[in-house]
């Protein structure tokens, strides 16, 4: 009995097909990387970048008002990182600290051609946080 043509007839030209199959999911693994990473790097940035600005809030001179100094670094950093232009940004005062929320959410191409999108939601509130707000 010849075990190459008897039992394992239907395994012949599988490592091509297997091959393409691999090729195939690396791309497509690499279409959704290269789209996604992008805007979840520019998320954590921006979210960083909502963190120093509570804490250039408290650290504002007489003359400047806590709250203009936290929505201006929070536009320039939303400009800085392409968030959408419709996302919303609020600056809050609370009792001794100013607090910084932001939300939006972004459409990611995860498959080619459109065929699935991945919707990037953002929503943070940074607040000074630990010996900032000791007394």
């Not at 393409?20 to 690396?26: E, G, K, N, P, Q």
């Not at 693994?29 to 909502?50: C, D, K, T, W």
């Not at 919303?88 to 607090?99: S, T």
């Amino acid at each position: 009995m010849n075990r190459s043509t008897s039992y394992f007839h239907s395994e012949r030209g599988s490592a091509g097909a297997k091959f393409l199959a691999l090729l195939v999911f690396i791309v497509l693994l690499a279409h959704a990387g290269y789209n996604y990473v992008p805007i979840a790097y520019n998320g954590a940035s921006f979210r960083q970048e909502m963190d120093t600005a509570v804490v250039k809030g408290l650290a504002a001179s007489g003359q400047m008002k806590p709250v203009d100094v936290v929505a201006a670094h929070m536009k320039k950093a939303a400009f800085d990182y392409s968030i959408p232009p419709d996302a919303l940004l609020e600056v809050k005062p609370g009792q001794g600290y100013i607090a910084a929320h932001a939300s939006y959410r972004q459409p990611v191409n995860i498959l080619p051609f459109g065929i699935y999108k991945y919707n990037y939601d953002f929503n943070y509130t940074a607040v000074p946080t630990g010996y900032l707000l000791k007394e």
